[in-house]
């Protein structure tokens, strides 16, 4: 699987519309457990970039409103700590994706997973480039943009994990996706109060 710009753009339109073939295809790629890592640590890069345009985007809204008191709204981590945290996000996710998989009675190992995984967070990733950047022109448009890339992130996950892990019923596999969002906030709950950073932001939105 080439990772040059205009590959991943091609996978991300298949990804928008056919989301099941995609993951079928990456599976049967067999992609090598190194390039699915770098591609969830290029996925972190690409949302830590995303979230620095929309805090400057943010900012310069509520500058623009004066009856805002900016004192009151929560600190944000920065561009940088967040690619970090996304990356990181993206591969405690995609390990517990095939552990918890695996006693629901799934058959794929980490390596199917890890690949299948890679590729959702790539592309949410550059669907969130495109909300920041629109975001930041026209917020309104922005939203609605935000939304269809909320839509494309969770179709195509449940896809992922049920080609993935070859599961036949769709209730497990939802089953899988939830208790593994909930794995990824403990752990990163735990990790972040051991190096002494704030409490993880792990919105859905934010492992794209």
């Known amino acids: 699987m080439e990772l040059s710009f205009a590959s991943l753009l091609e996978w991300t339109k298949l990804t928008v519309r056919n989301p099941r073939l995609a993951s079928e295809l990456v599976?049967?790629?067999?992609?090598?457990?190194?390039?699915?890592?770098?591609m969830i640590v290029l996925a972190g890069v690409v949302s830590g970039i995303s979230y620095g345009i929309l805090i400057y985007a943010f900012d310069a809204m509520v500058a623009a409103i004066d009856t805002i008191d900016t004192t009151t709204l929560p600190s944000s981590q920065g561009p940088l700590l967040q690619g970090a945290l996304s990356a990181v996000q993206g591969v405690i996710f995609a390990v517990a994706l095939h552990r918890i998989g695996i006693a629901f009675g799934g058959r794929g190992n980490l390596v199917d997973l890890m690949g299948v995984?890679?590729?959702?967070?790539?592309?949410?990733?550059?669907?969130?480039?495109?909300?920041?950047?629109?975001?930041?022109?026209?917020?309104?448009?922005?939203?609605?943009?935000?939304?269809?890339?909320?839509?494309?992130?969770?179709?195509?996950?449940?896809?992922a994990v049920n080609v993935g892990h070859a599961l036949e019923d769709m209730g497990k596999t939802v089953a899988v996706i939830l208790l593994s969002f909930l794995a990824v906030i403990v752990v990163l709950s735990v990790l972040m109060t051991i190096m002494g950073i704030g409490g993880p932001d792990v919105a859905s939105g934010d492992l794209l």
């Open 27 to 38: 599976k049967d790629a067999r992609l090598p457990l190194e390039v699915s890592v770098l």
């Open 117 to 159: 995984t890679a590729l959702v967070q790539v592309v949410s990733a550059l669907l969130l480039l495109v909300v920041a950047l629109t975001f930041a022109v026209f917020p309104v448009v922005g939203g609605l943009v935000a939304l269809f890339t909320t839509v494309v992130f969770f179709r195509s996950l449940g896809h």
